[in-house]
């Protein structure tokens, strides 16, 4: 609604916009960075989800009209704006414990202690990257701010990277940017958290874990590239807490998962990367954002028909308001992740299972009833949905959904087998898996090639 009324102002149509009250402070950063600090919004009292009818009407009445009446007839105020310090300015100098006072009582920090970005460690990072430091990467909402390199390599050496981590950094920057991930949507109130992914040779040559632990902290680069995401988040794209980062219960930021490719090799199947159409062998980030997660234990069996009802009822469980993202909200956007330990994906391949089976077998029994799927998107989450026949007539969802009038006919909670994720790492001897519940267009899966500087070898020797 922010961006509609944006539009409107700039053309010179007066707008107001309903915020709900848990909303207001969002709105106002977020009118910031469209370049309107003072874009008319129009009050509306609690949340409307849990309000009748007569205390809806009596709040619309006695006070959110009103504020429509004076925002479309009165000019908006003037607005005072403040400078952010130019990308090369020394904001301060002082002892380390001042130093992280500062960061903290200015929000440029997650609330831990940071490694201060002085202007000799931000080129020690810059040598690793043949771009030049003020190119931007990125314009990022919802601050609308630009993403450089060289505040890629500040808010890296915050994070408490090395410098040899910062062709990585740049090319999640470049990821965090594209439209299809929709970075403006990082605070919504589900709280979904991203996960980074990496893949190629160079996951190995910087000692990323892909092993026992992976997606717990204790690997400096999995943990610090990870906590570089959540720094960028705040620092680049500008959310803040209560503020426009409006999470009901927040995920922490995720340790990166580096994919198991030898295993990967071994039994044939191709890399999450090589899954989003980047060319094998070639390095890669990939992102999306996750609601939730949940471990998979002791899968057992020998063969794929013995663990594959398993592992897919425990997707099914995950998914269950995310199903607005299939038809709703954004339809055929929702992108559910199963990682299988290595063991499990070798049980699987050693028994003819290929990375397509296993997502045919999760697109054919990840399933429930009709009725379930329409009370989800039309009586639980308030979606004004109630019919997946009418969907489909639409030509907004397959087929598949409106096989017959059956209200107990089994339908499938993605669009085709390709949009489940399927990965491999973890304890190469355990039999557990684990499985994340997608945020839809809220966080959409996207995957960018690492781009290495000129003579890369030599520089990582050196680093060492």
């Known amino acids: 609604m922010l961006r509609a009324s944006a539009a409107a102002e700039k053309a010179g149509v007066p707008s107001s916009s309903l915020v709900c009250e ?26 409307v989800g849990t309000q009748s009818d007569a205390e809806l009407s009596e709040n619309i009445h006695g006070v959110t009209l009103d504020d429509v009446v004076n925002n479309l007839t009165e000019a908006p105020g003037d607005v005072e704006t403040v400078e952010d310090p130019a990308p090369r300015d020394i904001v301060f100098s002082g002892t380390i414990d001042e130093i992280n006072r500062l960061f903290i009582e200015n929000e440029w920090s997650d609330g831990l202690p940071i490694i201060p970005p002085t ?31 060289w505040s890629v390599a500040v808010n890296g050496v915050m994070a408490g990277c090395r410098p040899e981590y910062m062709p990585v950094l740049v090319a ?39 092993e026992q632990g992976v997606l717990r902290d204790g690997f400096q680069p999995n943990t610090s590239v990870g906590r570089f995401w959540r720094l960028a988040l705040r620092n680049l794209a500008g959310f803040l807490l209560h503020k426009n980062d409006k999470c009901t219960f927040g995920n922490t930021w995720r340790v990166v998962m580096a994919e198991n490719e030898a295993v990967l090799e071994e039994i044939g199947w191709n890399t999450t990367a090589e899954d989003l159409g ?3 062998g070639k390095s890669a980030v990939s992102i999306a954002r996750y609601t939730g997660s949940d471990l998979i234990a002791s899968a057992t069996g020998n063969t794929g028909e013995k663990m594959m009802p398993y592992l897919a009822d425990a997707v099914l469980k995950q998914n269950t308001w995310q199903l607005v993202f299939t038809i709703g909200t954004s339809p055929g956007t929702l992108r559910p992740l199963l990682v299988l330990s290595p063991i499990l994906a070798q049980t699987l391949a050693k028994d003819g299972w290929s990375k397509q089976d296993v997502k045919q077998y999760l697109y054919d029994h990840c399933r429930m009833p009709a009725a379930a799927f329409e009370r989800y998107l039309g009586e639980w ?21 409106a096989e017959n009038e059956d209200p107990d006919r089994m339908v499938p909670i993605v ?23 997608h945020n839809g267009i809220l966080g959409y899966t996207v995957a960018r090639e690492i781009e290495l500087p000129k003579d890369w070898d030599a520089k990582l020797r050196a680093a060492r």
């Open 22 to 47: 848990g909303f207001i402070g969002q709105a106002g950063t977020t009118s910031v960075g469209l370049g309107l600090p003072n874009l008319p919004v129009a009050l509306v009292p609690g949340h």
């Open 119 to 149: 202007a000799e460690r931000v080129e020690a990072f810059l040598e690793f990257t043949d771009r030049d430091p003020d190119e931007v990467l990125a314009v990022l909402l919802p601050d609308s701010r630009a993403a450089t390199v």
């Open 381 to 401: 989450t308030d979606h004004p949905i109630n019919n997946l026949r009418n969907e489909v007539g639409l030509n907004r969802a397959p087929k598949v959904f």
């Open 415 to 437: 669009f085709s087998p390709n949009d489940f994720m399927v990965a491999v790492s973890g304890d190469p001897l355990r039999t557990n898996a684990i499985t994340f519940a």
């Open 172 to 210: 999640l920057i470049e990821a965090m940017g594209d439209p299809n991930y929709g970075v403006e949507h990082s605070g919504n109130t589900p709280g979904g958290e991203t996960l980074i992914t990496i893949n190629g040779p160079l996951a190995a040559q910087l000692r990323f874990n892909d």
């Open 278 to 280: 980047i060319p094998k």
